[in-house]
């Protein structure tokens, strides 16, 4: 279960995020995830809860976008969007491709909230 540790490299991501600011915590965290990163999302929903309790980002919510994968054909340079890795070039049939995108995770944006005191 490696969502875990994914869940648990998020929360630190953001956590050093909100230390640089003067935010007063985090409402949500967006990130992106390649269909071809191998993260099962549903999992990485639901932990993501139980990992930030009792930390300074309890409460957070994240909010996952899934990203479909691209793939640059060697012979003919066409990009092709895939959803596995067995998917052939669209244009020439060429496999396999080279993987341009969707294959890891990245975090996009933060929501702060600011301290109005
Ligand atoms: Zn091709």
Do not use: N, Y
Not at 64 to 93: M, N, R, V
Not at 95 to 114: A, E, K, R, Y
């Amino acid at each position: 279960m490696h969502e875990l540790a994914i869940a648990h490299d998020i929360m630190t991501a953001a956590i050093e995020q909100l230390e640089t600011t003067r935010a007063e915590r985090i409402q949500q965290i967006h990130c992106r995830i390649g269909c071809l990163a191998g993260i099962d999302i549903q999992a990485l929903e639901f932990c993501f809860p139980f990992v930030i309790k009792g930390s300074t980002l309890e409460g957070a919510k994240l909010v996952i976008t899934q990203e479909p994968a691209q793939g640059e054909c060697p012979a003919c340079k066409t990009l092709s969007e895939i959803h596995d890795f067995f998917e052939p070039c669209s244009a020439c049939g060429h496999w396999p491709l080279q993987l341009t995108g969707g294959h890891d995770m990245l975090l996009t944006s933060i929501d702060f909230v600011l301290d109005e005191s």
